[in-house]
């Protein structure tokens, strides 16, 4: 799947979450989830489930405590479908 | 780990604790009981001259039975970290029956999931004839510093 795809899919996850609207509409990889976007870490956890339902991918503790960032999310997206499309 | 040790566990002092009773514990469920006493102190001020047990008490029970004493139980083989501690995250409650002094209330909860150290549970309150009082999701994650 390719980087554009999941930005785009991210983008409709995280909008419940957060009230930064402007920094959401310009979601890019740089973006990150605490200081950008405000999330705190129980809303994070949802973003996690929410990322495994969409994708059909499983979580673990370790990737979990990497997804800080858009790019940390996309690596780990990536990787668990084994998948390097768009890199 | 029994009923009696979990509320053993339990943070919070006399003046504080919604819990009397865990009925039922396991993995997914809990069940458990605590009655409103006429003498709890804020039946004077809610309200006045017409004592009803305030919401916010009631979302606070089923927190404790719903979701802390079964965080308790899940985490039991971490007990021994003494900065561990619940933090309530979230909830969605609908209140549908009031409760009025001396009442008891049945608290029963089903674990949504319990991941990343967020527990999330369906919770209900149910009155002595048992009339649903209260139901919804609430959640809370386990901090293991102590206060953020």
Known sequence: ?87 | MNAQEIINQLPYGKEFLFVDELLQVNEEFVKGTYTFSKDLNFYDSHFKNKPITPAVILTETMAQIGLVCLGIFLLKDQLNDKNLAFAMTSSALDFMQPVYPGEQVWVSSEKKYFRFNKLSCSVKMENVKGEIVSKGTISGMLLSQGHE
């Open chain 1, 1 to 87: 799947m390719t980087k554009e795809a999941i930005i785009a899919a991210l983008k409709t996850i995280i909008k419940p979450y957060s009230e930064e609207t402007i920094v959401l509409e310009t979601l890019s990889e740089n973006t990150d989830f605490i200081k950008d976007l405000k999330i705190n870490s129980a809303n994070l956890v949802d973003i996690v489930l929410d990322v495994e339902e969409k994708f059909g991918i499983e979580i673990d503790n370790d990737s979990m405590a990497k997804m800080l960032t858009v790019q940390a999310t996309i690596d780990v997206i990536q990787s668990k479908l084994g998948n390097n499309a768009g890199e």
